[in-house]
């Protein structure tokens, strides 16, 4: 398909702008010639070209309401048409960020009510919704541990992660100044407690735990983990991307989780975009509130304010106040499901996990071979020895079937990796049609490997040569 | 509502097949200790018309302003309609980020569009595919700085965004750096004499906007030099990503890395996000830039297509050797930045002209009012500063007619007490400058 440079004839137009009803000035006298730029290298079409270029890219395209996106650890669920609607609310898109708070009162009560119910949701003392996505939430985290520390008096310069854990983290904690130590999976695929015994000493600021973990498994020893964290001074950090599983089961508060940071654009139904935005709220024990970055919403006397003065504060995150479409969304699902709709969310994400794992578990080898939550990891080794087929070639052949592929290679600790998520709005129908398809193609690698391995043959394009666009990177249209 | 298609009969025969009995079996792994016994106490549920109803009502509790004459980091520009449907395809909304870049041909093409689109604008040869908002993006490129020059010393212009030089400090003091603000000069420019005595072998980068926080362009033939004296990198924002249009770009006066936020691209002011940051660099960054980039390759018939590429400095394959923690970004406010840039073409040199002549004639209006001053004659864009005898009184007296009024420059630079930051775009009419000018002039 052509760029939509090549698309470009001089003279085209798909805008006007207003004559104006003020007078022009001579820029070259007001801003000065040498200020002023010479051209501007923008493609020229019609409004009808943009229109087809842009309809014909969304063809090539896969989104959740195409079909089942079982992405794991991205929770791809079905995203409801009313929460883009309430986003699309002039009354909120209209609003500049430092307009009066007279007349900003609904966007924070909203934000306000928001933050209440995510405390109440998880047990934790306060939420900041600063962050842009999950990944400047775990950062916001970090640099809360940090300040918490600092303000102690004690220096700690470590922090400990899972291997299973989101890449994320480790680059979190260092871009936060922090040296990483990852610290083993036990054979049943949770934190390794003799590991994190040794390692959790008064040089650690604390642990960042993935709960359900990558492997798509709750930590059975959280307790001793917390105590084991705590012992020692340390502060439980919990990556909270996977909260769809214990929704209304249980709170990480509770639980003795000292920070959480969740990913509204996937447990809350926020769309993802195509890659954002998101929005990465962190929630707080009691301790650490002091530290949470400002401004935050105080309600005196029925008016809500955004207050700046907390002297403890690790600053700012972002300008202004987090990605507010992004909480409309999320604050309508919340209203539209409630407490009840939330837990059945995640009852019905881990039936659905749970089946897939049953159904497909005497083809592909699993693991780690428990209940899992909200979704599971099956290994492609089997096909890899038997007929040299991999898991990314599995993940292709499913391309063909109209399902979007699982996450690949990942969790780093399960070799040919296959983490499948189904959550909970698909249907057992779509479950059913999907496990068929991966059971097809389990015995089509033993009947015709090299044709798993061509795949995918229906997409626009065929499989794209990663090595060259490393080895010869062109990632801007020059022209040639 | 909660969405969930199951029926009981499904619910039965998936138990049947996993092998438990109940749904709670599936939970073991809980400790029973801290299992919730009931559910969590939220505000009741609403049925889709009831929820609908009261996000309505909430919106409404706002105030849909009269007008807008705040600038100061978001801006009201118009977007053409073409934005939101191009946007609103489902195709892309509910897409996550492109890891299959078989069936994501759509969102790569146009992020490499969008990529090429930005390199022209910002006069650099590299974009990445968007970063959170201009602060952080600021913030980011500070510690890029730091981690390519192994320096320590980050020099911020008090002319960039207050907010922005606080998310700078927010990341500096994670990684230890020392942040040392540069003052401007009388013109509102940076002082490039206190620069150059600033500037040192520990400095990793040199922070300014252009134009800047009072809506001043920046002098970057003065700046250019300084910075790069003792290898430290020039690091140039911009808050109104209009202002490519009319004015030379920071990569053409030699900047090394270009950010700046890209909400004026076809994003609504949206009470301040989601936006996106726009960040370019020149060719030597491109192994460490941060962000996703999407990198145009052949598939195996030799046909043209597009990945994600460069991977190797990204979090998910390098771990805590990444160049950043980021992983989602803005796709989608990139998508409506691509389509808004697509849209205007050429036309956003007459935009960004508009734009100058609107904040003239609202700067000439208000200037020429009792007691009301110009602290700064240096040329700018559609932003400016000007003095008046009281400007939360003027504030509120807008405020009164449903207008947002200006930014209230003395709580970030106290020696301007009686300063005030206006923006006049394209949305604004004559008529409307003229009652904003009336009712301030009314002011006693």
Request: glycine share 8%.
């Amino acid at each position: 398909m052509d760029l939509i440079f090549e698309k470009s004839r001089p003279g085209r137009r798909a805008s006007e702008i207003p004559a104006g009803d003020v007078s022009p000035v001579a820029l070259s006298e007001v801003i000065g010639e040498a200020f002023l730029r010479e051209d501007i290298d923008l493609p020229e079409v019609s409004e009808l070209d943009l229109v087809r270029h842009y309809t014909a890219l969304s063809r090539r395209n896969f989104g959740v309401d195409l079909g089942f996106y079982p992405l794991g650890s991205c929770t791809m669920k079905y995203n409801p048409k009313i929460t883009e609607e309430s986003a699309k609310l002039p009354g909120f898109t209209g609003l500049h960020p430092y307009a009066p708070e007279a007349f900003s009162q609904g966007n924070l009560a909203l934000m306000d009510e928001l933050r209440r119910m995510l405390c109440e949701l998880f047990g934790m003392a306060d939420f900041t919704l600063q962050p842009s996505a999950g990944a400047q939430g775990e950062l916001t985290g970090i640099m809360i541990c940090r300040k918490y520390f600092e303000t102690k008096g004690e220096k700690r310069s470590r922090i400990l992660i899972p291997d299973a854990a989101h890449g994320t983290n480790p680059a979190s904690g260092a871009l936060c100044g922090f040296e990483t130590v990852t610290i083993p999976s036990s054979t049943e695929g949770g934190v390794d407690l003799t590991a994190l015994e040794s390692a959790m000493t008064e040089e650690v600021a604390g642990l960042m735990l993935t709960n359900p973990n990558t492997l798509g498994l709750f930590e059975k020893n959280i307790a001793d983990v917390a105590r084991i964290v705590h012992e020692r001074g340390g502060l439980l950090y919990c990556d909270g991307a996977n909260a769809n599983a214990f929704l209304g089961h249980t709170r990480p508060g509770d639980i003795g989780f000292d920070l959480i940071q969740l990913n509204l654009h996937k447990t809350f139904s926020t769309p993802h975009g195509g890659g954002g935005p998101g929005s990465g709220p962190v929630g707080v024990g009691a301790k650490l509130v002091p530290f949470l970055p400002v401004p935050r919403i105080v309600k005196i006397e029925n008016r809500y304010t955004l207050a700046e003065n907390f002297p403890d504060t690790i600053g700012r995150v972002k300008a202004f106040y987090g990605n507010f479409n992004v909480m409309v969304k999320a604050y309508t699902y919340l209203r539209l499901l409630g407490a009840a709709g939330l837990k059945r969310t995640s009852d019905m994400a881990v039936l659905n996990a749970n089946y897939i794992k049953a159904r497909l578990a005497p083809y592909f080898d699993l693991p780690y071979d428990r209940t899992c939550m909200h979704e599971c990891v099956f290994s492609g080794n089997r096909q890899v020895k038997s007929h040299g087929v991999h898991t990314l070639d599995i993940a292709k052949r499913l391309v063909d079937y109209g399902f979007h592929p699982p996450t690949i290679y990942f969790p780093l600790i399960v070799p040919e990796a296959i983490m499948i998520e189904p959550t909970e709005t698909e249907s057992k129908e779509t479950l059913d049609a999907f496990c068929d398809v991966m059971i097809a193609i389990a015995n089509e690698v033993e009947e015709n490997p090299e044709r798993v391995k061509g795949a995918p043959y229906t997409t626009p394009v065929r499989r794209l040569d990663d090595v060259l666009a490393a080895r010869k990177p062109n990632v801007c249209w020059t022209g040639k | 509502m909660d969405y969930t298609p199951h029926t009981p009969d499904d619910i039965a025969a998936m138990l049947k097949a996993i092998g438990v009995s109940r749904l709670d079996d599936l939970f073991q792994d809980i400790p029973e200790t801290y299992r919730l016994s009931g559910l969590p106490d939220l505000p009741p549920v609403l049925s889709e018309q009831e929820a609908w109803r009261h996000v309505l009502d909430l919106s409404a509790q706002n105030t849909f302003p009269a007008m807008t004459l705040m600038g100061a980091g978001a801006y009201h520009h118009y977007i053409p309609a073409v934005v939101g449907h191009m946007i609103g395809r489902s195709e892309f909304y509910t897409a996550y980020t492109p890891y299959q870049a078989e069936i994501s041909q759509g969102i790569l093409q146009a992020i490499y569009e969008y990529q090429t689109m930005i390199a022209r604008l910002t006069g650099l040869p590299v974009a990445n595919a968007s970063m959170y908002d201009g602060a952080s993006a600021m913030a980011e490129g500070a510690v890029l700085a730091g981690k390519t020059t192994n320096r320590d010393r980050i020099l911020i212009s008090r002319t960039v965004h207050p907010e922005y030089r606080r998310v700078v400090a927010t990341y500096c003091a994670a990684n230890s750096y020392t942040l040392t603000e540069i003052p401007y000069d009388a013109a509102g420019r940076v002082d490039t004499e206190e620069l150059m005595t600033a500037v040192d072998d520990r400095t990793a980068a040199v922070c300014v906007q252009s134009p800047n926080f009072f809506g001043i362009i920046e002098d970057f033939r003065a700046i250019e030099p300084v910075a790069h004296s003792t290898g430290a990198l020039l690091i140039a924002g911009f808050t109104d990503a209009t202002s490519l249009g009319l004015l030379k770009p920071a990569g053409a006066w030699g900047a090394d890395i270009v950010c700046g936020e890209g909400q004026s691209f076809g994003n609504p002011m949206n009470y301040g996000g989601p936006y996106l940051g726009i960040f370019a660099a020149t060719d030597k960054f491109l192994r460490k830039i941060p962000g996703r980039l999407s990198g145009m390759t052949v598939d195996l018939d030799g046909n043209r297509g597009f990945v994600l590429t460069l991977q190797a400095r990204e979090q998910h394959i390098r771990r805590e050797k990444a160049t950043s923690n980021i992983c989602t970004n803005e796709a989608l406010c990139a998508l409506a930045a691509s389509v808004y840039l697509v849209s205007l073409g050429k036309n956003l040199r007459n935009l960004a002209e508009l734009n100058v002549y609107k904040a003239l004639y609202l700067k000439e209006k208000l200037a020429a009012l009792p007691g009301w001053e110009a602290p700064f004659t240096s040329p700018g864009y559609n932003e400016f500063v000007l003095t008046c005898p009281d400007p939360g009184r003027v504030n509120a007296a807008w405020q009164d007619a449903g207008i947002v009024g200006g930014y209230v420059l003395s709580k970030d630079y106290p020696e301007l007490p009686k300063g005030l930051l206006l923006c006049g775009t394209e949305m604004l009419s004559k008529n409307d400058i003229d009652r904003a000018a009336a009712i301030a002039a009314a002011v006693r």
